[in-house]
């Protein structure tokens, strides 16, 4: 995994407000590493994972937000999405390639 990330190319760091005694960094892929990845996990393993197009990438990338300061805190969890009993149950439904073992 280190590899990997050395590898990446990274793209983008966040680094918290000055005067913060720790530092923390954010990675984000550049875009042809992500495909690339993507291309060798569908060809490798395709029992876990499901087809991603450069749209469905390109569609992703602009949702990301990168995480706040209260979803770094390592505070409380919320509840899942109403009608789910556990986060491991809402993540199997939504990615093939997840399992909650």
Not at 4 to 23: K, M, S
Not at 38 to 67: G, K, L, N, Y
Request: proline share 9%; net charge negative.
């Amino acid at each position: 995994m280190v590899d990997d990330l050395l590898e990446a190319r990274l793209q983008a760091v966040h680094v918290p407000e000055v005067g913060d005694d720790r530092v923390e960094l954010f990675a984000v892929f550049l875009k042809d590493v992500q495909l690339a990845r993507i291309a060798h996990r569908q060809a490798t393993t395709p029992h876990q994972t499901f087809p991603m197009s450069e749209a469905d990438v390109d569609q992703w990338r602009e949702q990301f937000q990168v995480p706040d300061a209260d979803e770094l805190d390592g505070g409380e969890i919320p509840s899942p999405p109403a009608g789910w009993p556990g986060w491991a149950e809402w993540a199997v439904d939504h990615w093939p390639s997840c399992t909650d073992s």
